[in-house]
């Protein structure tokens, strides 16, 4: 019984990996990170949890398809050449910790006293779109905000208690910037970049559904099987009947 589990369970997953790959097609990368976040994550809202919480689920789900190593192309800042590396997903999930506990930071600054909600991802669009993305940013997140007893608005913080703020966050929620720093092999100069996951992820599970969808149709075409009774099939046993197909 326990084999009849594992094969639906195997068959259910890829199917919806598919359904995943196939709402994303159409859909802007925004889009397509939502959906991925649904698929590490069924039960929270994509929109509503805090954005370095967010890459941390995607690094989680980008290990359980994919595995540990993960190939990585830059261009030199500097020369311009082509750089090729490895990163390993656990190292990166550990450098960026898991999720936290608190979602509202506290800033003590020059007599100011400010509670402030670690931004969403349903921040940053919003933030995007505005003609002054960081005051909009301020505004949507900020909690409480007063000096010497008086409540004050988002508009009337000081730029020092700003950087303030922006490190706080920083801090809290370190995975909402994932940089690199890359020697160039070739001039020696360091190139900064930002690692985006869902952008990385979905490069892979583009390439991982088209190749799933062409072993369907093979194994489809010589013997008349279904999508759900090949995707049911265990990777061992799927490669050697594509095997066999190539025989004939």
Do not use: K
């Not at 094969?7 to 709402?23: K, P």
């Not at 490069?203 to 013997?223: F, I, N, P």
Request: aromatic share 4%; proline share 5%.
């Amino acid at each position: 019984m326990s084999g009849e589990r594992a094969t639906r369970e195997r068959a259910t997953r890829e199917a919806s990996l598919l359904a995943t790959w196939e709402a994303g097609l159409g859909a802007p990368p925004a889009g397509r990170a939502l959906l991925l976040h649904r698929a590490a994550r069924p039960d929270a809202d994509p929109t509503a949890v805090p954005v370095g919480e967010r890459e941390t689920d995607l690094i989680a789900l980008r290990r359980a398809l994919f595995g540990e190593r993960m190939e990585v192309r830059l261009d030199c800042a500097a020369c311009g050449a082509d750089m090729e590396f490895e990163l390993d997903a656990a190292a990166l999930a550990g450098s960026i910790g898991g999720r936290g506990s608190e979602s509202v930071v506290r800033v003590q600054e020059g007599g100011w006293d400010v509670e402030f909600r670690l931004p969403s991802v349903a921040d940053l669009h919003a933030a995007a779109r505005a003609a002054q993305p960081r005051a909009e940013l301020l505004a949507r997140c900020l909690v409480s905000a007063e000096r010497g007893g008086v409540a004050a608005a988002a508009g009337e913080l000081p730029l020092p208690v700003q950087r303030r703020i922006a490190e706080a966050v920083e801090a809290a929620d370190p995975g909402a910037d994932l940089t690199l720093n890359v020697a160039c092999p070739e001039c020696d100069a360091a190139t900064r970049a930002e690692l985006d996951i869902a952008s990385y992820l979905w490069t892979e599970l583009d390439s991982w559904a088209r190749d799933v969808l062409l072993d369907v149709h093979l194994l489809a075409t010589a013997y008349g099987w279904s999508e759900p009774e090949i995707l049911a099939l265990s990777p061992l046993r799927r490669r050697y009947y594509l095997e066999l197909c190539a025989d004939v």
